[in-house]
């Protein structure tokens, strides 16, 4: 853009980059519904789960939500964690390694009312495959390993306070073995020595 400064000045004003939004962005942005569940008599789908919420259920926007699932929609491990409840899958704990997504029902379902979707679908996580999100919970023994959730013995030997074999971490905090070499502390008492500085490792 060019402006007129004074007398025969021109000054170029540079409009700077343009920003447009990342394709992931845009992507990810929802799109305006047709429909509204506020005008819907009957039952309409959870925007988190996809279950079927009944007139007096709470409103989200243009979607109605339960109560319970209010919770978890910021938060995938905690959809994990449902999904697998109600699928029937069982999952001890550590959703957050899980490799596979489970995504709220209004980013695969547009709009907030039925149309002719089979019964069976409108149960809640039935959007989400079952097989799928199994065959990812199968491979958590490898990924707690992985991430060093699980318990694993210590090259310098047992734990020099308590004698454990395994922990789920292991300290050295100056401790020797008759020998001389290290003698490690467990995790658990990695813990006390860190907070109590006691009873010194000489």
Known sequence: MKRQRGRGVTVAVDPG???????????RRPLMPETSAH?????????????PCPTSTLLWGPWRRH?????????????I????????????GDADLVPFAVPNYLTVHPEPTWSDE?????LPWRHI???????????LPGLRA????????????CCAWCGIAESMGWADRGHRWPDGSPAPLCAACGRVYDATSSPDPL
């Open 118 to 122: 089979p019964l069976r679908t409108r």
């Open 129 to 139: 495959s079952r097989d799928g999100l199994a065959a990812a919970v199968a491979q």
């Open 146 to 157: 992985d991430a060093g959730r699980v318990p694993t013995p210590c090259t310098s030997g």
């Open 17 to 27: 980059p343009v920003m447009t939004p990342h394709l992931g962005q845009m992507l």
């Open 39 to 51: 005008d819907e008599p009957g039952d309409t789908p959870c925007c988190v789960c996809g279950g």
């Open 81 to 92: 964690e449902a999904a697998c409840k109600a699928l029937a899958i069982g999952l001890d």
């Open 67 to 79: 109560a319970r699932c209010q919770s978890l929609m910021a938060y995938e491990p905690s959809r």
